[in-house]
């Protein structure tokens, strides 16, 4: 035996062997190991996936690995979220059908996200991010052929619910890939390029998808998304982690480097119970056993209700009875969902949580921005449409100064918050929020572009810089193998924020004195706006920094 064969050592998952047992690891992958035909044939593609991934996972970089891998499926799976709501007329006339009935494409997928995301959350955390992220990406692709291939508005509203679903288990899986990837200290700045390509893509998505709906049709956009994701699939195959350790891929890099390390231990082994033929020996626990199946269904109900509620609030009334007992019942199983809980043996979201000043605070900021900047940004073409006669084009050209300040600026703010703290840019971004609704509380009849375009601005910029730390702060709260539900529980909070701005701000327009189309009725609506985004204001004071190493300090100890 050569000198040190016998000492241990480690592999690319920072998991320690012996030296024999990597040798014999190696010869079994490549074919050359011992054994009557001189080893185990592997077939080509998962050699080179084993090669491939051991390079890189052996970076000092591989938590950017894995974000730059995750954010490419991001992208192939929003690019189209907003560009086809401008190919609904085009839709509605070849599947013979209306309008009205095709908005069941966009309100349809947020009810099926509130239905799955606990769910697929939590069974992210029992069976691994990796497979629910490549599960989603699949449904993803499925879901795209359907939608390209629609024969009727029902098979394309569908084909749009099943989106839904898979836009749960892709946000949830990959969501909680990053951070389980990154330090706590360091999670902001994950969050900030996650902003990005989350504001981004849809931008993206309407500067490349509205030319290939006017000269190719709205199935071609669908058509073209699949290859965007194969490619997105093939990189996450390679890159990310098999058994979830990439935050021990992490923790080795940073050693390596001599950085602070926040330590992140893995997700626990899977729960083992007696055999029933034989007491002595122990069996693991199914997942889908695992799951909390009444604490799933109970949340998942009242969010739905809630969501369900807001959308058909406006048509009906916020005070209808059909309305109320909606809202009602959402309470209900609101209720039954916090009593059950607080005895479930393995909950969804442990109670405990709720009590914790920096899980409260951020997505309570993150609820209430979000309430703002989606309202006003879907009464903003209302407005220079409707009261200053601006063309579709025109509103369209200039709607996008919002978003593309969002995506631009949330990189550069979650590297900021590394110097300033999560707490001042909850402040300060939510500060511009509110400045941005005050502007158009205060718009006359002619007022200047230049106005416009800073009010807009500000509302990108406040959304830029507060997202990455509201993300990161609520996440440095949960334990590491509950990433998982919580990253679907902070999408659902957005998504909560969203449909409520934009339900609440365009009825408190359309029901007030003076008319749909009068300049006083935006008015009050960018009040409503405006008073929520103080309400996040004063949430943002709330929320605590995460401590950080000074420069120099020695670094910790990684756990393994």
Known sequence: MAPGADKPGASSDGVEFDADELREAESLLSGTGSGGDGGISVPWPM?????????????????????????AGLLSVNITFTVFVVALPQVAKELHTSVSTLTWTSTGPLLAFGVAAPILGKLGDLRGYRKLYLWGLSGAALSVVLTASAPTAGVLIAARLFDGVQGAATGAASMALVLQAFSHEDRVKAMGWWALVGAGGPVLGVTIGAPIIQFYGWRALFWGE?????????LAIIVLPSHDRAARHAAEAQKRTGRAVTPVPVAPA???????????????????????????????????????????APSWGFTAPNTLGLFVLSLAF????????????????PLHYFKKRNFIFPLGARAFINFAYMGGFFLFPILMEGVYGYSETSAGLLSTARPLMFSLSA???????????ERWSVVAGAGALFVSMLVFTQVGGNPSVVLIVVALV????????????TAASAANEVA???LG???AAQLLISQIGVVAGIQVMVTVQASSHGGTGSLASFHQAYLVGALVALAAVVCGFFVKNTPRQKRGAPAEPALH
């Open 458 to 469: 500000l509302s990108g910029l406040g959304m830029g810089v507060s997202s990455p730390s």
């Open 334 to 349: 609101g209720i039954a969902f916090v009593l059950h809980e607080r005895r479930a043996p393995h909950p969804l979201i």
């Open 411 to 421: 990189p550069i703010a979650g590297y900021a918050a590394v110097k300033v703290g």
């Open 47 to 71: 050699l080179f996936r084993h090669r491939m991934h051991h390079k890189v996972a052996g970076s000092d970089r591989y938590q950017w690995w894995v974000l730059w891998t995750v954010l």
């Open 270 to 312: 899977p729960l083992v119970v007696a055999s029933d033929s034989d007491p002595s020996e122990l069996k693991p626990v199914s997942p889908w056993r695992q799951l909390d199946w009444v604490g799933s269904i109970t949340l998942s109900t009242s969010v739905t209700l809630g969501l369900l509620a807001l959308n058909v």
């Open 485 to 487: 539900v919580m990253s």
């Open 226 to 234: 699949l290859p965007l994701m194969a490619a997105a699939a093939i």
């Open 480 to 482: 590491p193998e509950e």
